[in-house]
Every structure is written in structure tokens, then in C-alpha cells.
């Protein structure tokens, strides 16, 4: 499996993994995956009582894992607002993807936050939710974890 499909495979495994999370809950918790040189696929999830310390609390673990092991790709999720330049300056809730790959660290834009926004809708007559993702909008960056 070369890199680009590394890749994608986490970033498949987020979003499911996000829609799952809001439409059993209705609440999203802040996750990170990570893929080892071996292919090994591992989910980091933490207890910390609000998103902003599970952000920071995932954003050490990270830092940890890429000091001892070989991480190939991360994706650490977190809820955010989409930015203005996407949303015609509304507020729009949105899945921040931060992904970076080792395989890309040579190039000058070596990561990227892709966000997703969503929406969620009760089923008339149902006790189920759904989730309406929209249009994933990128922003390229230099990698900050893997270096």
C-alpha cells in the first residue's frame, strides 16, 4: 500500500468514525488514529471533560508516539467552525481533520486541515439522527507533529 492510499484509508476511517460518534450521541469527542510503519492502525481517545483539553491531551500523545515509534500518518479530529472564507462568514460547525503523512515532509506544504462541514437531522417519526456532511475544504500546511 503506498502512502497516498495509507492516507486515505485513516482518513476513511475518521469520518466514519466521526458520523458514527454524532449519530449515536449527537456529540462529537475529539479522536486521533495514527498508522505505523507497519501498518498497524491504532484509535487514541481520551476522558477529558471538554474538547479543549482532549485536543491538547491528543495533541501530547502525538507528540509522545512520534518520539518512540515509526508513525507513517496521523489524523487527529476535533470539532471547529468552518473558516469565513468557506461559509460566506457564517458560523458553520465542521470535522477538522489535521492530517500529516511522513511520506510528505520533504515538501514545502507537508500537512493539511481538511474541514468537513455537517448538519444533523432527526428522522420525522424516528429516534434516529442523520448526518449531512458538506463540501471538505483543504488548507495545506507545513507538518507540525511528524518531523
Known amino acids: 500500500m503506498n502512502s ?3 492516507a486515505l484509508k485513516l482518513l476513511q476511517k475518521a469520518v466514519i468514525k466521526a458520523q458514527s460518534s ?3 450521541s449527537l456529540t462529537f469527542r475529539p479522536f486521533l488514529l495514527t498508522m505505523d510503519s507497519d501498518g498497524t492502525i491504532k484509535t487514541i481517545e481520551n476522558r477529558e471533560p471538554t474538547d479543549q483539553t482532549s485536543y491538547s491531551s491528543l495533541e ?3 507528540e509522545e508516539r512520534a518520539r518512540e515509534s ?12 468552518l473558516p469565513h ?8 460547525i465542521s470535522i477538522r481533520l489535521h492530517i500529516e503523512e511522513r511520506s510528505q515532509l520533504s515538501k514545502t506544504v507537508s500537512a493539511r486541515f481538511i474541514y468537513i462541514p455537517y448538519t444533523l437531522h432527526s428522522r ?5 439522527v442523520d448526518v449531512q456532511w458538506g463540501e471538505p475544504h483543504p488548507v495545506g500546511f507545513p507538518a507540525e507533529y511528524l518531523k
Open 4 to 6: 497516498d492510499e495509507k
Open 22 to 24: 454524532l449519530e449515536k
Open 60 to 62: 501530547e500523545s502525538i
Open 70 to 81: 515509526k508513525l507513517e500518518v496521523i489524523v487527529l479530529a476535533i470539532k471547529d467552525t
Open 85 to 92: 472564507k468557506f461559509s460566506d462568514n457564517k458560523t458553520q
Open 124 to 128: 420525522v417519526g424516528e429516534d434516529q
